[in-house]
């Protein structure tokens, strides 16, 4: 059995954007946000500034989106679901513009995955719906059907959420 220092995708990440590999690095960063260390907040953030200034500067749409998306979601694992959901907007907005129709759908995916956690439901709902309409687009049957399975679930959930809140009103029931 092999084991992998947990951090080993996180350095190599790193070693690959001194060397001016981006693609890899972005690659290897993806890896990466399975072992984040919650301790090291910092320096994820920061190692993740450099690369989006790096695409910014350069010009490099297609890798700053995914930078962009690489933030929201290491935001989205320390919890920060405000800024998280600030990048992968960000994101979303210049997957958009080049036309990438899958990117644009696993964005909507981390987008949902955000909005639900701060309870957007109404936004969480909408964001699903239109990854599933890029997906059926796409032919891409296997995901349409699986988000298919989380807009049940979810519809489920706020239905009985409204339930529940018409009862404890109707009843007086959150007075106590």
Known sequence: MVTTDKNEFFE?????????DLINSLE???KAISYINRKDKASYIQFLNKILD????NNLKEEEAIALRHLGRTYSVFK??????KY????LKIQRKLGNQIDVAEGLLFLAED??????YEGTLRAYRDAT????????????????????????????????????????????
Request: proline share 0%; glycine share 2%.
């Open 133 to 176: 309409e890029i997906f059926r687009e796409l032919g891409k049957l296997k995901q349409t059907k699986d988000i298919q399975k989380q807009i049940k679930r979810l519809e489920s959930f706020t239905k009985e959420m409204v339930e529940d809140e018409y009862y404890l009103k109707k009843y007086n029931a959150d007075k106590y």
């Open 88 to 91: 992968h907007e960000q994101s």
């Open 80 to 85: 920060q679901y405000v800024e998280s959901l």
């Open 54 to 57: 790096h695409c910014k500067t």
């Open 115 to 120: 909005l639900e956690v701060s309870g957007n």
């Open 28 to 30: 290897s960063y993806e």
């Open 12 to 20: 190599k990440s790193k070693t690959f954007f001194e060397s001016n």
